[in-house]
């Protein structure tokens, strides 16, 4: 899943990495789901990165169709 690729990346066991997750999870709100979404996968790697690797910022690209509102 998306939280063990971003595990591998920055051990530098990995240099990059692409997680196929459905649904994408891109509609999902903190405290809701949405537009079929349960979980903001996405939301849920980057909070990781900010609070247990203590990076300052973390880029979300998100290339769908539509916008997302997680």
């Known amino acids: 899943g998306i939280l063990r690729a971003v595990k591998l990346i920055m051990s530098g066991e990995f240099q990059n990495g692409f997680a196929l997750v459905r649904p994408p999870g891109h509609h999902a709100g903190k405290y809701n789901a949405g537009g079929f979404c349960i979980f903001n996968n996405i939301a849920i ?6 609070e247990t690797v203590r990076l300052e910022r973390v880029l979300i690209l998100d290339i769908d169709a539509h916008h997302g509102n997680g």
Request: glycine content about 0%.
């Open 45 to 50: 790697a980057a909070k990781y990165l900010l």
